[in-house]
C-alpha cells in the first residue's frame, strides 16, 4: 500500500527556513520520482518541484534559488528545504508520486498525503 506523510510544517517569519519530510511506504523510493506541491487558500495547487529517480532535482520559478529537494533512499524519506521564505509561500504543501521514474505533470500523480501547513507571518 502507497503511502505518503509529510510533516515539519509550522509557523515561521518571513526570510526563515523550514524543512518539511515526505516518510513513503508500499514502495522503492530509489526507483521513482516525488513531486512536492502546494495550495493557498483560494488557489489552485501548483507545483513546487519533483525529484526524479535519476536525482536531477527541479524547481518551480518561483522556489528555484530558495527551496531544495533532497532524498535520502535507506530511510525512504524525501525533504523539502525551505529558505527565505516569503508570506506567499504561506501554502499547505503535499507529496506524491505517480510511480514513475520521471517528473510528471500534476494530473498523473496517483498518490498524494495529507499535507502539512506552513505559514510565513510575522
Known amino acids: 500500500q502507497v503511502q505518503l506523510v509529510e510533516s515539519g510544517g509550522g509557523l515561521v517569519q518571513p526570510g526563515g527556513s523550514l524543512r518539511l519530510s515526505c516518510a513513503t511506504s508500499?514502495?522503492?523510493?530509489?526507483?521513482?520520482?516525488i513531486g512536492w506541491f502546494r495550495q493557498a487558500p483560494g488557489k489552485e495547487r501548483e507545483g513546487v518541484g519533483c525529484?526524479?529517480?535519476?536525482?536531477?532535482?527541479r524547481y518551480a520559478d518561483s522556489v528555484k534559488g530558495r527551496f531544495t529537494i533532497s532524498g535520502d533512499n535507506a530511510k525512504k524519506m524525501v525533504f523539502l528545504q525551505m529558505d527565505n521564505l516569503k508570506p506567499e509561500d504561506t501554502a499547505v504543501y503535499t507529496c506524491?508520486?505517480?510511480?514513475?521514474?520521471?517528473?510528471?505533470?500534476?494530473?498523473?500523480?496517483?498518490?498524494w498525503g495529507q499535507g502539512t501547513q506552513v505559514t510565513v507571518s510575522s
Open positions: 508500499g514502495f522503492t523510493l530509489d526507483y521513482y520520482a
Open positions: 525529484i526524479p529517480s535519476n536525482g536531477r532535482t
Open positions: 506524491a508520486t505517480a510511480l514513475s521514474a520521471g517528473c510528471p505533470t500534476m494530473n498523473v500523480y496517483q498518490y
